[in-house]
Protein backbone atom coordinates (compact mmCIF):
# COMPACT_ATOMS: atom_id res chain seq x y z
CA UNK A 1 0.00 0.00 0.00
CA UNK A 2 1.32 3.15 -1.08
CA UNK A 3 0.15 6.80 0.39
CA UNK A 4 0.75 9.96 -1.77
CA UNK A 5 -0.02 13.07 -0.24
CA UNK A 6 -0.64 16.67 -1.81
CA UNK A 7 -2.09 20.05 -2.14
CA UNK A 8 -0.15 21.64 0.05
CA UNK A 9 1.55 25.56 -0.61
CA UNK A 10 1.96 28.75 1.19
CA UNK A 11 -1.31 30.82 1.74
CA UNK A 12 -2.61 33.72 3.63
CA UNK A 13 -4.44 33.55 7.15
CA UNK A 14 -7.67 32.86 6.38
CA UNK A 15 -7.22 31.52 3.31
CA UNK A 16 -8.56 28.00 2.31
CA UNK A 17 -6.78 24.64 1.11
CA UNK A 18 -7.74 21.02 0.09
CA UNK A 19 -5.33 18.22 0.77
CA UNK A 20 -5.61 15.17 -1.11
CA UNK A 21 -3.91 11.59 -0.41
CA UNK A 22 -4.56 8.95 -3.09
CA UNK A 23 -4.11 5.36 -2.05
CA UNK A 24 -2.67 2.51 -4.23
CA UNK A 25 -3.84 -0.93 -3.10
CA UNK A 26 -7.00 -2.75 -3.46
CA UNK A 27 -7.95 -2.95 0.20
CA UNK A 28 -8.34 1.21 0.22
CA UNK A 29 -12.22 1.13 1.08
CA UNK A 30 -12.06 -1.37 3.93
CA UNK A 31 -8.63 1.12 5.72
CA UNK A 32 -9.55 3.68 7.88
CA UNK A 33 -7.92 6.77 7.48
CA UNK A 34 -6.46 10.49 9.34
CA UNK A 35 -4.60 13.13 8.63
CA UNK A 36 -1.70 13.84 11.45
CA UNK A 37 0.46 17.11 11.62
CA UNK A 38 3.82 18.23 12.42
CA UNK A 39 5.20 21.67 13.11
CA UNK A 40 8.79 22.22 13.46
CA UNK A 41 9.74 21.29 17.14
CA UNK A 42 6.73 19.60 18.12
CA UNK A 43 4.97 16.42 17.98
CA UNK A 44 3.22 15.00 15.25
CA UNK A 45 -0.73 14.98 16.40
CA UNK A 46 -3.73 13.77 14.57
CA UNK A 47 -5.99 16.44 12.84
CA UNK A 48 -8.88 14.17 11.65
CA UNK A 49 -9.91 10.72 11.23
CA UNK A 50 -12.40 8.96 9.27
CA UNK A 51 -13.74 5.61 9.21
CA UNK A 52 -13.59 3.23 6.65
CA UNK A 53 -16.93 4.19 5.13
CA UNK A 54 -17.02 8.05 6.17
CA UNK A 55 -19.40 7.46 8.20
CA UNK A 56 -17.88 8.15 11.59
CA UNK A 57 -15.28 11.06 11.54
CA UNK A 58 -12.94 12.75 14.26
CA UNK A 59 -11.36 16.02 14.66
CA UNK A 60 -9.24 17.47 16.73
CA UNK A 61 -10.65 20.14 19.04
CA UNK A 62 -8.13 23.13 16.88
CA UNK A 63 -9.65 22.24 14.03
CA UNK A 64 -13.05 21.74 14.38
CA UNK A 65 -15.30 23.69 12.18
CA UNK A 66 -12.91 24.66 10.11
CA UNK A 67 -11.12 21.42 8.48
CA UNK A 68 -12.93 18.57 7.23
CA UNK A 69 -12.01 14.97 6.27
CA UNK A 70 -13.96 12.94 3.39
CA UNK A 71 -13.11 10.09 1.26
CA UNK A 72 -14.01 8.69 -2.28
CA UNK A 73 -13.71 5.08 -3.23
CA UNK A 74 -14.03 5.47 -6.35
CA UNK A 75 -10.71 7.70 -6.43
CA UNK A 76 -9.06 5.88 -3.58
CA UNK A 77 -8.82 9.23 -1.84
CA UNK A 78 -9.06 10.82 0.98
CA UNK A 79 -9.02 14.62 1.60
CA UNK A 80 -9.14 17.71 3.98
CA UNK A 81 -10.59 20.23 3.45
CA UNK A 82 -9.21 23.45 5.05
CA UNK A 83 -10.99 26.66 5.95
CA UNK A 84 -10.04 29.78 7.77
CA UNK A 85 -6.30 28.96 8.18
CA UNK A 86 -4.34 30.21 11.13
CA UNK A 87 -0.35 30.91 11.22
CA UNK A 88 -0.51 27.77 13.86
CA UNK A 89 -1.99 25.60 11.23
CA UNK A 90 1.66 25.70 9.47
CA UNK A 91 2.78 22.50 9.69
CA UNK A 92 4.01 19.30 7.32
CA UNK A 93 0.61 17.53 6.88
CA UNK A 94 0.78 13.39 6.53
CA UNK A 95 -2.07 11.11 5.41
CA UNK A 96 -2.07 7.59 7.52
CA UNK A 97 -3.99 4.59 6.83
CA UNK A 98 -4.54 1.41 9.02
CA UNK A 99 -5.88 -2.32 8.31
CA UNK A 100 -9.27 -1.88 10.31
CA UNK A 101 -12.61 0.03 9.62
CA UNK A 102 -12.17 1.26 12.53
CA UNK A 103 -11.66 4.93 13.71
CA UNK A 104 -8.29 5.76 15.61
CA UNK A 105 -6.43 8.86 16.53
CA UNK A 106 -3.04 7.58 17.84
CA UNK A 107 0.43 7.48 15.40
CA UNK A 108 0.75 3.78 16.74
CA UNK A 109 -2.23 2.87 15.20
CA UNK A 110 -1.83 3.53 11.40
CA UNK A 111 0.45 1.42 9.62
CA UNK A 112 0.48 2.84 6.05
CA UNK A 113 1.99 6.83 6.03
CA UNK A 114 2.39 8.92 3.04
CA UNK A 115 5.46 11.22 2.16
CA UNK A 116 4.21 14.64 3.73
CA UNK A 117 3.35 17.67 2.22
CA UNK A 118 3.66 21.14 3.70
CA UNK A 119 1.21 23.62 4.65
CA UNK A 120 2.60 27.15 5.69
CA UNK A 121 0.22 29.98 6.72
CA UNK A 122 1.31 33.84 6.21
CA UNK A 123 -0.22 36.02 9.12
Known amino acids: VQLQASGGGLVQAGDSLRLSCAVS????????MAWFRQAPRKARDVVAA????????YYADFVKGRFTISRDHAKNTVYLQMNSLKPEDTAVYYC?????????????????WGQGTLVTVSS
Open 50 to 57: ISWNGDIT
Open 25 to 32: GRTFSSYA
Open 96 to 112: AGRDSRDIATRLDDYGY
